[in-house]
């Protein structure tokens, strides 16, 4: 797909983070909370654009100043707001956030409906996703019409128009009716896919097990690279034509909110612009040390799309950590 005018679109959520300013409290106990732009394919969309790479954000979100406000952070980080869409009657969605004493998080969402959930079929601009490389969305977009349907239509756009699909499930329990819910939802996009990025929690939800043996069962039917998480101890990849694991980077974690969707970002960034994506091997260990980076930076700051460095910050972190 030569011709296409970007390299990622990123469709679904972007919604304000409201994280309290000290650590290890709950959110009950906080006195204050820092506005943060957030969502996670927003988080991406920034990220790709940080990297350098042609970024657009797909999805709808309030008529509201948090709407506007994000909208408007997009902007100044180089993302094509284009298909934005802005909500009349919903607003923009919140998130509050808690964090541990180890950059661990816990979330409470606002979302009666939110924007994010009225996303319809009838706002995409098909010509624009026609023109996108990969599209990347997550599972909120599926949990209720019309944003499935929305998220559906878009990714049938894309690959009709020879386009790769990026799948991050970012799994959001309370936000589903019930775990069953939960998994044949996540499940339903599962085939669809090109790549899927799962945390280690999340092969642990969908498989039963944290074995990353586990993993293997999820190619059936499934995307041609799977990428499974493990925090601080990097990142194991899968295709069928093998396995590995690429180690990651040791540093002093601030918060980890964001870091899977930096993670994600930085293997687009590395994928988007090539003809044919490596299946293993150097080239595909290269991009996923490069992510592996990237996610790491990101836990050394607060907030999502503020956790988004740029590539020659990126750089630097990597040869001072060669």
């Known amino acids: 797909m030569t011709d296409a005018t970007c390299h990622v679109t990123c469709l679904g959520e972007m919604l304000i983070d409201f994280v309290p300013d000290t650590s290890g409290v709950t959110l009950g ?137 990026s799948y991050d499930p970012n799994l959001r329990l309370p936000l589903w009716p019930n775990e069953t819910a939960a998994k044949d939802g996540i499940r339903s996009a599962w085939h669809l896919a090109d790549v899927i990025k799962i945390s280690d929690d999340e092969l642990e939800f969908l498989t039963g097990s944290r074995d990353l043996a586990a993993a293997t069962s999820l190619l059936d039917g499934g995307p041609d690279l799977l ?29 980890t909110v964001g870091a899977g969707d930096a993670f994600v970002a930085g293997v687009l960034s590395g994928l988007a612009p090539l003809d044919a994506w490596p299946t293993g091997g150097p080239e595909l260990e290269a991009i996923l040390r490069r992510a592996n980076a990237y996610a790491a930076l990101a836990t050394t700051r607060t907030g999502g799309i503020p956790a988004m460095a740029t590539r020659a910050e990126l750089d630097a972190f990597m040869q001072s950590n060669a």
Not at 231 to 255: I, S
Request: glycine content about 12%; overall charge negative.
């Open 29 to 165: 106990e906080a006195e204050r909370f820092i506005k943060a732009p957030g969502g996670a394919p927003a988080n991406v969309a920034v990220g790709v654009a940080q990297l350098g790479r042609q970024a657009a954000f797909c999805g709808r979100v309030g008529d509201d100043p948090f709407g506007r406000w994000l909208t408007g952070i997009l902007d100044s980080h180089g993302v094509d707001t284009a298909q934005v869409t802005f909500d009349q009657a919903a607003r923009t969605a919140l998130a509050f956030v808690t964090l541990t004493a180890d950059g661990e998080r816990d979330f409470m969402f606002y979302r009666h409906p939110s924007a994010d959930m009225q996303h319809d079929p009838s706002d995409l601009d098909a010509a624009a996703l026609q023109g996108t490389r990969v599209l990347h969305h997550g599972s909120i977009s599926l949990i209720q019409e019309p944003s499935r349907a929305a998220t559906f239509q878009a990714i049938d756009t894309v690959k009709q128009a020879g386009g790769k699909i």
């Open 227 to 255: 990428l499974v998480t493990l925090g601080a101890g990097g990142v194991a990849w899968f295709t069928p034509d093998g396995r590995g694991t690429v180690p990651g980077f040791g540093v002093t974690v601030k918060d």
